[in-house]
């Protein structure tokens, strides 16, 4: 493990005498508006990513974990079951991909139900909308709150350009005077808490993010989440957790801390550096589901499990049958298409998946070539057992990461 700013001791005998320092635990809940959120951790809405089958992917995430149950373990795994009495997966909130306000209010109830599917053991889950139009967003809040969602939420940090385009997303954070009164509008038709996520601002020289939270504080938001880059920074370089801290110092509802969280350490290090009441993570999950999970571990024993190959195998499978049993559920494509479109989305997981994986690029070739969801489980499963039978380990040099937003996947026009 690699401390990030924290030195651990090395010494597990008794796991919660070793607990993190009280400044750097990721908060055991937090509460928006009323619904209470347990532990403090959010994923991140990622449009093309975190669909119904995902989140719940990451709900059950400790169903496909074999080695914590193993002798070396079981100390801490048990700790955490004492410690984090709430969610198997250590996620307290889920997200959906962010969905067009406009679209929403003009598509028929039908197929609104398609963009808004969401289980019962997704509670408690927020949906999330972009736009630009304030009484179209405030139509599609309502539409969100009658459909059962716990919180509504305005995203105003997309940087796409087909979103900012239309002035949506971070297109809005060079007009706070428009962002007012979207509040107003959205805040005035729902009764259910309503958040908001945004960035530093368009850029370096146009900051406004402790401005926006106080606005949004004033307006009756009851949570606000940041991502710490400007518009202009897209995903490169660092975020800027220092403006976390200023935000949380300038408001009293609830901060939720985003931004380069890729391991529990870094969870710990954002809450110490900014005091933020919960941490959201994004890109981490599809290559980590286990990462909320590993937090919570983290958070009440210093230490954390990391997943054996078996458990690997375990994940992609559960996550793509997954996937096949909801396109046979709710699809209206005719099965060929059908298994189309689910093996397409199993590829694109497939590169996050097998990140690390030794060998990993072979089962990504194996699994591309494939034209069936029942062939791409059929290559997974023979990958595996051929690799658990007799395993090598060397090392995976390929990373892949989810940059951006993919902009095929966005559309607006209000
Ligand atoms: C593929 C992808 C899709 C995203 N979609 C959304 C979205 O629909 N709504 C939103 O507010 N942010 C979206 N984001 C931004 C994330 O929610 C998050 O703010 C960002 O990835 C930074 O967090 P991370 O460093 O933990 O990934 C997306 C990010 C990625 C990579």
Known sequence: MSGKG?????????????????????????SIGGIPVAPATVLAPMVGVTDTVFRRFIRNASQFTASSASPANSASSASVEDTVTNQQSGCGLLMTEFTSADGLSRMRESKRKRYLTFYEDEHPIAAQLF???????????????????????????CPAKRVVGCNGGSGLLRDLPKIGHIFKAIRKSVTIPFTVEFRLGWSDSSIVCVELARMAQEEGLCAVALHAR????????QARWEWIAAVKDAVQIPVIG??????????????????????????AAPSNPWIFRQIAEYTATGQYTKPTELDRYRMIRTYFQMLLDEAEATSELPRAQRHGETSGKMKQF??????????????RQQIFQSKTGSAVLAAV?????????????????EETELTAFPEEALTCSD
């Open 350 to 363: 497939a590169s996050w998946f097998t990140h690390g994986v030794p060998g990993g690029s072979k089962l």
């Open 230 to 237: 400007t518009r202009e920074q897209g995903y490169t370089g």
């Open 6 to 30: 924290f030195t651990m001791k090395k010494d597990w005998d008794n796991p919660l005498e070793h607990a993190m320092p009280a400044e750097a635990r990721v908060p055991a809940s937090f």
């Open 131 to 157: 736009g630009s139009n304030a009484e179209t967003l405030a139509d599609a809040a309502r539409i969100v709150q009658d459909t059962g969602f716990d919180t509504v939420d305005l995203n105003l940090g």
């Open 258 to 283: 985003n931004g380069d969280i890729r391991t529990p350490e870094d969870a710990a290090a954002m809450v110490a550096q900014t005091n933020c009441d919960a941490v959201m993570i994004g890109r």
């Open 381 to 397: 499963d023979q990958f595996f057992e051929t690799r658990l039978s007799a395993p090598t380990s060397e090392p995976e040099q």
